[in-house]
């Protein structure tokens, strides 16, 4: 090989190599994140944060290291978690949100979901009065409000003609109307929404999706609107051009396992991004949960969770995923 020849090799192969770097580094890890703290991560939402310059991720920080003869203590008790990232791709811990709302010494919060309107954050949190050993207690879903996205005061208690309901999900309708899902849990789990023309005061509307489920997420991509939903065997997935009637598709996503680092078990309660004209879905797994081979029950390894992601795809009308695909994400600061 002569000089000229081996330099164009030599270069050709440095190229190469620097364009397969630049490829990795923006491949998504498995799993996304795991919570250095409780090692229970789970209901995920993620938001930019414009004084901070990085994208946020809350989360239910369930106590998977407590020792819980009760079955359900461990996700009684639980702080929202944040996380952040520059890019979507790889993730650090951050803090757990101060969240200026707590009527008993021990509390619960659950599943949040977070808005932004004229620079001023809006949290949709669901409270449990308590820490407790079993599920009979009340559930509200709770109003907050934040400049910084890490201190929340207090607005108030939405009214939702029960004391049941769970997992907020909210988007912006139109100008200066809001509409926002929840789980209706005496209504069998079912999929009801409420409306605002400000996001303070809130008016019950009625039932969107009568089957049950749980952790609704609405979003709005390939010019229609979307709403995923948590079956506990996968994620149902319903779309919808008006936002009040809804169609569900056949196939399920994140129901089959995957092959990749602690994603073997079913995806769970998710939130959806949509960005640069692309869907990413942030879900959660129980690691130890697998139907082949599942933990021992109360253990910490069917405790813990983590956060896993996979990007969405559309085709013929169908959402779908393929949750062993590489993920090359870089989210772009809005």
């Not at 190229?15 to 799993?31: C, D, E, G, Y």
């Not at 938001?47 to 369930?62: A, G, H, L, P």
């Not at 021992?296 to 956060?307: D, H, L, N, T």
Request: overall charge neutral.
């Amino acid at each position: 090989m002569n000089f000229m020849n081996k330099f164009a090799y030599l270069l050709l192969l440095t190229v190469n190599i620097s364009s397969n770097m630049f490829a990795q580094t923006k491949t998504a890890l498995k799993p996304l994140f795991d919570d250095p703290v409780e090692h229970g991560a789970a209901d995920p939402v993620v938001i930019y944060n414009k004084q901070q310059k990085m994208w946020w991720m809350f989360y239910t920080n369930r106590r998977a290291t407590l020792n819980d003869s009760t079955g359900v203590q461990w996700v009684h008790g639980t702080k929202i978690g944040i996380a952040e990232s520059t890019d979507g791709r790889t993730w650090k811990y951050k803090d757990t949100a101060n969240i200026n709302y707590r009527t008993n010494p021990g509390y619960t919060f659950w599943a949040p979901d977070i808005i932004e309107n004229k620079g001023l954050y809006h949290i949709y949190l669901t409270y449990v009065p308590g820490i407790f050993k079993d599920w009979e207690h009340p559930r509200e879903i709770v109003h907050l409000t934040s400049a910084d996205l890490l201190n929340w005061k207090f607005e108030g208690i939405l009214p939702l003609g029960t004391h049941h309901v769970i997992d907020a999900s909210i988007i912006k309708v139109s100008e200066g109307l809001w509409r926002l899902w929840y789980n209706d849990e005496k209504k069998g789990k079912a999929i009801s929404y409420a409306e605002s023309t400000d996001l303070y005061n809130w008016i019950d509307k009625d039932t969107a999706i009568p089957a049950n489920g749980e952790g609704p997420k609405i979003f709005r991509w390939q010019n229609k609107f979307f709403m995923i939903v948590d079956v506990w065997k996968g994620m149902e997935v319903y779309s919808s051009n008006d936002l009040l009637a809804w169609t569900k598709q056949d196939e399920r996503i994140l129901e089959k396992p995957g092959k990749g680092i602690d994603d073997q078990a079913i995806g769970g309660h998710c939130d959806v991004v949509v960005n640069n004209n692309r869907a990413y879905v942030f879900y959660f797994t129980h690691p130890g949960r697998t139907m082949d081979k599942p933990a021992v029950r109360g253990s910490f390894e069917s405790k813990r969770s983590v956060i896993q992601l996979t990007e969405l795809h559309y085709h013929d009308g169908v959402v779908t995923c393929n949750r062993d695909e590489p993920v090359n994400i870089h989210l772009v600061n809005k």
